[in-house]
């Protein structure tokens, strides 16, 4: 009789032990990619690297620097529009698992960097002009993310942005969708 009580403490301990995941003051290192909605071509993408700081209650706050291209249709050539920005915010959970396996979160952040088209060229190759051929933006951000821990230091991340950036000439609002790692330290 006392093996099966073993068995079955140890079958409860399994099913109920929690991961040293989301304890306040981990930090992390996050790597992402992800595509901009509507444009199928390879040259519309965005690029993510960034810190993560987990606070109270599996929230966390995020610094990330972010590239993005996005080339727009000249004639029969493509006027590639990049973008440098930096990122802080703060991400909070909507809900998850028991477990902490599986969260879904929501993020707001402030952003600011520094665009160009057209390599900073603001004349093209058939005379024509840009309206402007770069400079500071800046804005806010918010973001949905859902994160699945595979083990207490490796999280894999399917996420979606949208930026609205204000001194800029081209588009206001920069949707992205993605996908990502983050390493817990």
């Known amino acids: 009789m006392k093996k099966y009580i073993y068995i079955a403490l140890a079958l409860f301990s399994i099913a109920t032990v929690h991961g040293q995941r989301l304890v306040p003051g981990q930090n992390g290192i996050e790597l992402s990619a992800g595509s901009i ?11 993510n690297a960034g810190l993560t700081r987990t606070i109270k209650g599996g929230n966390y706050l995020f610094f990330m620097a972010e590239y993005s291209r996005k080339a727009y249709a000249y004639e029969s050539r493509k006027l590639p529009l990049e973008c440098y920005l930096l990122e802080a915010g703060y991400s909070h ?15 707001l952040s402030a952003t600011g960097g520094y665009e160009t ?9 058939d005379g024509a002009g840009l309206p402007a051929s770069g400079g500071i933006v800046y804005g806010a951000g918010g973001r949905l993310s859902l994160e699945f821990h ?6 894999l991340l399917a996420q979606a942005h949208a930026k609205l950036l204000w001194n800029t000439e081209y588009d206001q609002l920069r949707p992205s969708a993605g996908i990502g790692i983050r390493l817990t330290l």
């Not at 390879?42 to 690029?47: E, I, K, P, S, V």
């Not at 088209?117 to 190759?125: A, C, E």
């Open 93 to 107: 959970v909507l809900f998850g698992s028991y477990a902490k396996r599986l969260i879904f979160y929501t993020g």
């Open 150 to 155: 595979l083990t207490d230091w490796l999280v």
């Open 37 to 47: 909605p509507g444009y199928q071509t390879l040259d519309n993408y965005t690029l």
């Open 117 to 125: 088209i057209n390599g900073g060229k603001s004349h093209l190759w």
